[in-house]
């Protein structure tokens, strides 16, 4: 199982910072194209959280995750287009994959994904979305296709939203800017830590 608190980030400071306060999982996205950059942010993040008991979940960069020697890959319906996915299991990393639509969750089923990701579920301002706000009621649809895989819920996502996604049967809350955006990162991320466990 996914731990409830699930924090993406894109450098490897916020790991040093948050890391700390008790978080268990984290998911690095790096939007680079330096190979060196990316092959170093991924290895110190892979240290980091194996000393702090974490799970890393890397993100879209399958072939480093591989070279590192990372556990968890996370893909969007684009990456799936480039992704060795017979690759990627022989290596022994697990997968996630994100959702925006049913024809998007038929294809990330066909994966046998460990996860599955459905956003946004209310309004983003981390990145451009050509799919409009989810809402509630796509959680429990995607609850009932997924069965036993768990559910990540991403996308506007607040600590004041959380009971309501939780409810509707997501087993972890993706977030950014709720922890990374707050005056105070890591009380932010303690208050969650609080309320998911």
Known sequence: MLDR?????????????????????????????????????????????AAAGAQLI????WRLAIDAGCDFIHLGQEDLDAADIAAIRRAGLKLGVSTHNESELDRALSCEPDYVALGPVFPTTVKQMTIGPQGIEPVKRWRKALGRRPLVAIGGI???RAPAILAAGADSLALITDVLGAPDPEARARQWIAATR
Request: aromatic share 6%.
């Open 5 to 49: 608190f699930y924090l993406i980030v894109d450098r490897v400071d916020w790991l040093r910072r948050l890391l700390p306060c008790g978080l268990r999982l984290a998911q690095l996205r790096i939007k680079s194209d330096d190979e060196a950059v990316l092959r170093s942010e991924i290895a110190a993040a892979r240290d980091l959280c």
């Open 158 to 160: 607040t600590l004041e």
């Open 58 to 61: 890397v993100n879209d960069h």
